[in-house]
């Protein structure tokens, strides 16, 4: 099974661009599902179909499904929220406003995901297109189950059992409830699932990200970031799909600043993902509804390709910490030493190969400490961060 996630930030289009690669690949003749797990669905808008929270054939292999987020918190989430309200509530007045805080943010877009793993699980099609919430902070999520692992795998036993043994005793005295064991046994659940969504999302023969641009300045800097924040989580992003771009045919003079607008963002994004393949969609003359639209954009994205084969595999950037320092890997192919330069401002790290820049925006951790030495080996940049910046 090959699984595919679109993200972005929101309004680049990664809708049409999700669902036109669906419908490339059902016409292969690949069993495919297109699923949206962004709570503001436009899926069904996209394909001017109305859609279910269930997978339903929209025509011979293409399944189309907007996940109904509600309803997988209740039901993968509901025991622990019935008990963290009734917990929150215990000394307050109940109201809706304490039953909203009780689902984490980004929890529904994340248990949505799980039914990514029911699917995977049961092979039940070949490939599977996701239309992700916006960026790709859900997917960091996935993440906490690494995080976690000690605290579940040798804590998490002996604080149940404690749990189980003093209950009768503190619940009285502090006049709040304790947790029961469905409540105890749907976090372990939670736990397990996730951990298994975060292998299966980390296995880049199975699973691509792929991130919608447009070229404007905003679009890119989030980009950017998200780039940043896949890579040091393993995800593989094997493309990125630069949308609405003004076809060279155009030349009314309105459009002539924005086509020099473009054609700046468009370098900044080249120099910013290199070497991830880039993959381009014009701006349309018109709206990019129904299939017969989005079989058109799917043609000019990828002109012949296969849109489910992995188009790029391998991590071009890596953080890890080494005493009180931090080394930043970042994989620079076709690059030799004496062509490389560097320069840390604000949150970026500027690298120039020759007369090409490149762009990274670095993560939270490093943007308040300085580059303090950098080498070159193996046609990887590793450099060191430490002290404070601007010292």
């Known amino acids: 099974m090959r699984i595919i996630l679109y993200t972005g930030k929101g309004g680049v289009g990664k809708t049409s661009i999700a669902a036109s690669s669906a419908v490339q690949s059902a016409k292969s003749g690949k069993k495919t599902l297109v699923v949206s797990t962004d709570r503001a669905h436009s899926l069904g808008d996209s394909l001017d179909i109305k859609l279910s929270p269930e997978p339903e054939e929209i025509r011979p292999n293409l399944w189309a499904q907007e996940i109904d987020t509600v309803h997988e918190v209740e039901k993968g989430w509901g025991q622990v929220q019935k008990y963290l309200t009734t917990l929150f509530t215990a000394k307050t007045v109940k109201d809706i406003t304490t039953e909203?805080?009780?689902?984490?943010?980004?929890?529904?877009?994340?248990?949505?995901?799980?039914?990514?793993?029911q699917y995977y699980k049961e092979?039940?099609?070949?490939?599977?297109?996701?239309?992700?919430?916006?960026?790709?902070?859900?997917?960091?999520?996935?993440?906490?189950?690494?995080?976690?692992?000690?605290?579940?795998?040798?804590?998490?036993?002996?604080?149940?059992?404690?749990?189980k043994f003093l209950k009768p005793v503190i619940q009285p005295i502090l006049g709040i409830p304790m947790p029961t064991d469905s409540v105890m046994d749907e976090i372990d659940n939670i736990?397990?699932?996730l951990d298994e969504?975060?292998?299966?999302?980390?296995?880049?023969?199975?699973?691509?990200?792929?991130?919608?641009?447009?070229?404007?300045?905003?679009?890119?800097?989030?980009?950017?970031?998200?780039?940043?924040?896949?890579?040091?989580?393993d995800f593989n992003v094997d493309a990125i799909?630069?949308?609405?771009?003004?076809?060279?045919?155009?030349?009314?003079?309105?459009?002539?600043?924005?086509k020099d607008i473009q054609k700046k963002y468009k370098e900044m994004i080249r120099n910013s993902f290199w070497p991830i393949p880039i993959y381009n969609a014009p701006l349309f003359e018109q709206e990019i509804v129904g299939l017969e639209m989005l079989d058109r954009m799917g043609e000019e994205i990828f002109k012949g390709e296969d849109p489910t084969t992995i188009k790029y595999n391998a991590r071009t950037q890596k953080?890890?910490?080494?005493?009180?320092?931090?080394?930043?890997?970042?994989?620079?192919?076709?690059?030799?030493?004496?062509?490389?330069?560097?320069?840390?401002?604000?949150?970026?790290?500027?690298?120039?190969?020759?007369?090409?820049?490149?762009?990274?925006?670095?993560?939270?951790?490093?943007?308040?400490?300085?580059?303090?030495?950098?080498?070159?080996?193996?046609e990887t940049l590793k450099v060191r961060f430490g002290g404070v910046a601007n010292e």
Not at 210 to 216: A, C, G, M, S, Y
Not at 251 to 256: I, L
């Open 100 to 117: 909203e805080l009780t689902v984490f943010p980004g929890m529904e877009d994340l248990l949505s995901l799980l039914r990514i793993l």
């Open 123 to 163: 092979n039940t099609f070949d490939v599977i297109v996701i239309d992700c919430a916006p960026t790709g902070e859900t997917l960091a999520l996935l993440s906490f189950p690494e995080m976690l692992r000690w605290w579940m795998e040798k804590l998490f036993p002996m604080k149940r059992k404690a749990i």
């Open 197 to 233: 969504m975060r292998h299966i999302f980390s296995d880049r023969e199975v699973t691509s990200i792929r991130i919608v641009v447009n070229p404007e300045k905003m679009v890119v800097k989030e980009a950017q970031r998200s780039f940043t924040y896949l890579n040091i989580y």
């Open 191 to 193: 736990y397990r699932q």
């Open 319 to 378: 953080v890890t910490k080494e005493n009180d320092e931090y080394v930043m890997a970042i994989y620079m192919p076709f690059t030799t030493k004496k062509d490389l330069s560097l320069n840390q401002k604000a949150d970026e790290l500027i690298i120039k190969v020759g007369n090409v820049k490149r762009n990274i925006t670095l993560p939270r951790t490093l943007q308040n400490l300085s580059v303090i030495g950098a080498k070159f080996e193996d």
């Open 241 to 258: 799909i630069v949308n609405r771009i003004i076809p060279d045919n155009v030349t009314d003079q309105y459009f002539t600043v924005w």
